[in-house]
């Protein structure tokens, strides 16, 4: 075999030949392939779903049948000697036929899977129920709905935001039952403490709840806002803020001193710091200006190392961020031309050292490739900063007022079931940011199929959901403390009727939507009925239930504590059942955990 190509006159090497080179190249590349998939799928068995396991795999198909080529071809050689010696002729021609088969079967292998080792990325969000990424929480993906009408009165006259068109009670309740049914514990106070539990012990903190001393920061959407006057405008829920202080402050036990309001690049207007601010006097609010019992935001300056060369995009973070133990996002379900969406993650752009006019601030890779095609997003980094999405405990959408832009006023009621006319007045949330912004995403795209951008605004999910191997090849460590892991799990839903992700339909782990309506627990298509599974197990009938008979209109018991079916017994329910969920009298919410795939699987998908 010739390495190298020589001078014909000198007979000095002039290069390398590569034809001869290329067995080889095949040999390291398949074994490198292999080696690779062991390493990276054997700790974790999801990631045998990554783009970058399933592009490889013909490669490392063709390599393992060379292997199982040569091997077997050689023993049938060895074997046809031995029978040719000892004149043994029908063994021998079986042994050569059988040799002469393995090689032409490599061949045919190798040829057909090497060349399609490339296989580009299916356009974004156009598959159901074919989840990626590992998910996060106590309960893994699950994303809590919590749907209540009462919440939401706006008619048109006067402000979208006043006394008379909304109701504080049903806020309050919305948030309890948020609390209750993420974390599966009965007591609001003891649902906190689990949620806080779990936070630290994913995050290397063993397994302690909130601790004295410990600031939460709650990045609230204040975007269409220039002074701290009131707007017509959509921003953030003051009912719901005031809402999520309460539970905090009365449930969860955190100093009013201890809680941040913020959004550091725009304005805390009036109508959130009078409202919160009469109930919470200590409750700090930090905006851009600071003033009228606003602190304006500082900065740590170069705190985000961005994982590209990301132009002038700011680098500098709140000081109020850098600070806080806890971050809370209150996002905002609504539309944003270029990017599609502005969700939880779009919502972290407020943390940084923008100018309060957008005209002066840089947005570099905030849109996803008009062709689908892999690309580095900024909102991944960000979801995967140590200060910023990894700081985290809660990722909130209010969906009480959506709109489809940027701003304006809300206009848009829903028809579909179970809004039916009505303003969707709900809440989404969660442990896992991947897995909110994609139910987030489903709804935005079931009312709005014609919103601009569309497309591919989930583009910054799949990066993120695939961090630690993302479609794009970048690696992402925007803090330099290293590699980023999956920051959660991506799939959407079935179809707009039932609104069922894998766990739910018992096919996968990815998703689990559980939702909470006015009565309590129900069926996606909001169905009565009484059995109240959670969980994504299925029924012999294949229905996976969610529902239940629980109330969620936030009345309290004699001990302010708002009890889940309804059920004013004057006593605080805090027993946590063995699966993990919530029992009391005909309210059942137990979640069926699903193992990792066995090693069995593992090995033979290497085949």
């Known amino acids: 075999m010739t390495w190298f190509n020589r001078c014909p006159r000198t007979g000095r090497i002039t290069g390398i030949h590569r034809a001869s080179m290329a067995p080889w190249a095949f040999i390291l590349a398949g074994l490198a392939a292999c080696i690779w998939y062991l390493l990276r799928v054997f700790p974790r068995p999801a990631r045998a779903a990554y783009p970058c396991m399933t592009n490889t795999a013909p490669l490392r198909i063709a390599f393992l049948a060379w292997i199982a080529g040569v091997l077997v071809s050689a023993l049938a050689l060895v074997k046809a000697r031995r029978a040719f010696a000892q004149s043994r002729w029908l063994v021998f021609s079986a042994s050569v036929l059988a040799a002469g ?11 057909r899977d090497a060349g399609a080792a490339f296989i580009p990325m299916e356009p974004a969000g156009q598959v159901a129920n074919n989840p990626i990424g ?18 939401a009165a706006f008619d048109g006259g006067g402000n979208w935001w006043d006394d008379g068109n909304n109701d504080q009670a049903a806020a309050d309740g919305m948030v309890v039952d948020m609390v209750r049914v993420l974390s599966g514990m009965d007591a609001v106070s003891s649902g906190w403490d689990r949620i806080f539990k779990s936070f630290n012990a994913f995050h290397d903190r063993g397994s302690a709840g909130y601790a004295a001393g410990e600031r939460i920061a709650i990045k609230v959407n204040q975007n269409n806002t220039s002074s701290h006057n009131d707007t017509d405008q959509i921003n953030a829920n003051p009912f719901l803020v005031l809402a999520l202080l309460r539970s905090l402050v009365e449930d969860a036990e955190v100093p009013q001193d201890m809680i941040t309001v913020y959004d550091a690049s725009r304005f805390i207007t009036n109508n959130i710091y009078d409202k919160c601010h009469a109930v919470y006097p200590d409750v700090i609010f930090v905006d851009h200006s600071g003033g009228d019992g606003r602190v304006q935001s500082q900065y740590a300056a170069g705190a985000i190392d961005y994982s590209v060369n990301n132009g002038a995009l700011a680098t500098g973070l709140a000081t109020c961020v850098t600070e806080a133990t806890y971050l809370i996002n209150m996002a905002i379900l609504k539309g944003h031309v270029g990017q599609g969406i502005t969700f939880c993650a779009k919502n972290m752009y407020g943390m940084t050292s923008i100018d309060s006019n957008w005209q002066n601030n840089a947005h570099n890779n905030f849109d996803p490739d008009a062709n689908g095609n892999p690309r580095y997003m900024t909102f991944t980094d960000w979801m995967a900063h140590g200060d910023m999405g990894e700081k985290t405990l809660l990722w909130m959408l209010d969906a009480i007022y959506p709109t489809e832009g940027l701003a304006g006023v809300p206009a848009d009621r829903w028809n579909m079931a179970p809004f039916n ?19 987030g995403l489903d709804f935005f795209r079931m009312r709005w199929p014609g919103a601009p951008d569309m497309e591919y605004a989930d583009q910054y999910l799949h990066e993120a959901a695939l961090a630690d191997a993302p479609p794009s090849g970048t690696v992402y460590d925007p ?21 069922q ?4 339909l018992g096919t996968g782990d990815g998703i689990e939507l559980v939702y909470v309506g006015p009565e309590g627990y129900a069926d996606l298509d909001v169905d009565t009925d009484t059995d109240t599974d959670v969980d994504a197990d299925t029924d012999a009938d ?9 109330d969620a209109d936030g009345d309290s018991d004699a001990d302010g504590d708002s009890d889940v079916d309804g059920d004013a017994d004057g006593d605080s329910d805090s027993e946590q059942l063995s699966g993990g969920g919530l029992v009391d009298e005909g309210c059942h919410c137990a979640v069926t955990g699903r193992k990792s795939a ?7 998908s290497l085949f």
């Open 479 to 499: 803090d330099g403390d290293g590699p980023a892991d999956s920051l959660g799990a991506h799939e959407h839903w079935n179809n707009e009727t039932d609104r």
């Open 101 to 111: 088969l393995c090689i032409i079967v490599f061949i045919g292998v190798e040829s």
């Open 598 to 604: 066995s090693l069995l699987r593992l090995i033979g």
């Open 501 to 504: 992700y894998s766990r739910n």
């Open 542 to 550: 294949a229905d996976s239930d969610v529902d239940g008979d629980s």
């Open 134 to 151: 590992e998910a996060r929480g106590i309960f893994p993906g699950r994303v809590v709905w919590v749907h209540e009408p009462e919440a």
């Open 421 to 439: 006319g009505h303003w969707p007045a709900s809440i989404l949330a969660s442990q896992d940011g991947v897995a909110v912004d994609s139910v």
